[in-house]
Structure formats: structure tokens, C-alpha cells
């Protein structure tokens, strides 16, 4: 926050790394004293000196900011609801084995829905085949399991090792999925704004970069302004600020090239998600992904190989303003064209 103020004051402020700044304070002096009047001088001269090496820190713009805060906000969202989800099946599983397993997941929505007609076992034991059918077709069930099976499923669960009163089961059931329930909703309409806040974005090359979900590109977008920001002159650079780009280290005749830590993780989480998802969309970037495979990358790997590409093009998009078109991918249109 007070980073954002000074530079929305418009004063020049640099990023120094203190591993860098650690390293360099042999300069003056290697007693290893210090003080804050000390580090002050110290950080002074080293902005003097180093001032060409050292990046400048540009202040964000205002529909920038409006999407990271949509998407944080999101993404605390859905970290409740992954909490809610879990304690609810922590409770089916000492209380309702049964309904835990019956769908072999609690995350989606036919099992919440199960569990607000049979929320207790009581309540399911006269459940059979015939009602179960209808359960299936009421709620559109496509998840491939006859309504025998799934019946056979409840019955074969093991009993509740721990048992409650079944009105204090149900008040707990109900609570839980009144809360994920609601969860979903602002989930929901925070995916609504974020679509409008995107869509209202300057840089709209975030938006045209495939059908993917306003979430993902929210997402690129709001994590584009460090990387992409005049503090990077190549698409290199934002490569190895979203961890994308490997770590070279060569002495002589030993070379080894080993997975970067040290980089923008929010921003290597957004990136790496579009091109995951991507794989499936792009011709190119499904072409790429394989052969990463067929040269022995593991998956996270070859994720990461495909969003450096996705790096180089979504650089060019942002540098100059023009939004993404397949059909001025060349790369993309030679394997179309190939097919």
C-alpha cells in the first residue's frame, strides 16, 4: 500500500532486492555492523551507483487494480467455499458415511442437493431405486451411475462410527450447505463483474485470447501490470518474472538447468492456468504441450514450456496494443492448414 501511494504521487521509486542489497554491503565495510542510519546511506549509494540495474516501479492503472481486486476477492471466496467443503465431509464422514459416497464427491451440485432432501440416514432408509431415479432425473444427473448402483452405494457404506441425534445431524447438514449455497451465489456474481470489468479493460487483447473463462483472463490481467509493465523490455524478462523460464547455471564444463523459485507466484499461477487450459483450445498450443511430452517433460513441465510461448505472444498483444487473432497466428495457421 505505501508502494502504490508513492507512486501514485508520481515519485521515482526503484525495486532493490535484498538478497542483492545483502551481498553488496561488503562495500562498506565487513565489520557487519548496522544501523538505520546506516542502511539509509548504504541503500542511497546503492541506488546511486547501481541506479541502471535497478528496476523502476511504475504505478498500476485504475482498471488494473479494479480486476486484482475482484480477483482476490474471488479467490478468498473460493478458498471459503473449498473450507466448507471439506468440513462438510469431514461431518458425512463420522456422521453420514453413506450420502459421502453415494456420488463419490460432496463438490458438486447433485450432492448438496441430495443432502438437502436426505440430509440423515434416517431419512434415506426407505430410499429406493424408483425414488432415486427421479432424484437423478429432477437434478439432471450425468454422472454415468444407474440409480441401482448409486442405491447400492449408500447401502454398502459403512455405519456412522460416531452417532448424533438426527436433528442436531440435519440442523449441521443444513447449515453447511446453506453455506456453500451462498458461496456460490457471490462466486458467481463476482465472476459477473469480473466479466464487466474486463470487458472495460483498455487492454483488450486479455480478453481475445481464446473462449476461455473471464476468470482465467481477470486473472492474466490483473497479474499483467508487474510483468508487463516498462520495468521489462523483452518478453525474456516477463518469462522469468512469471517463473516460466528456467535457471541456467554453467561453470566451465558443468551446466544444469533446474526449476526458477524465485519469481511472481501469483503471476506464474495465472499464466500457467491459461496455458493448461489452452492445450485444449489451440491447435498451436496443443502441438506445443506434445511435443514437450514426447521429449520426456513431465506435465507441470511442459506447462510451463507452453506458457513461455504464450509469454512471447501475449507480450507482443500488450506491447502494441492489438488483440490476439488465431488467424494472424502463424504458428497456428500452419498446423490448421496442416490438418
Known sequence: ?????????????????????????????????????????MLADYARTDNRRLRRVEPVAQATRVLAALVRARIALVQARTASWNQLWAILSEHWPGAARVFGEVDIQVALAFLADYPTPQSAALLGEGRMRQFCRRHSYRGGKSAAELVGRLRAAPAAANRIAPKVLEVIIRGS?????????????LEHELADALAAHPKLCCSSLFPVSPTSASQRSSQRSD??????????????????APVTRASGKSRSVGFRYTANKPAGAAITGFAENSRHSSVWAGDCYRRARSRGARHPHAVRILARGWVRVIWACWTTDTPYAPSRHRGEQLLVAAT
Open 227 to 244: 510483468p508487463c509493465s516498462s520495468d521489462a523490455t523483452t518478453f525474456e524478462q516477463v518469462a522469468a518474472l512469471c517463473g516460466a
Open 1 to 41: 500500500m505505501v508502494v502504490g501511494r508513492i507512486a501514485s504521487a508520481g515519485h521515482p521509486e526503484l525495486m532493490i532486492e535484498p538478497a542483492s542489497f545483502k551481498a553488496a554491503r561488503t562495500r562498506w565495510g565487513s565489520a557487519g555492523a548496522n544501523s538505520d542510519a546506516a542502511d539509509v546511506f
Open 177 to 189: 450447505i446453506a453455506q456453500i449455497n451462498l458461496l456460490n451465489t457471490e462466486i458467481t456474481n
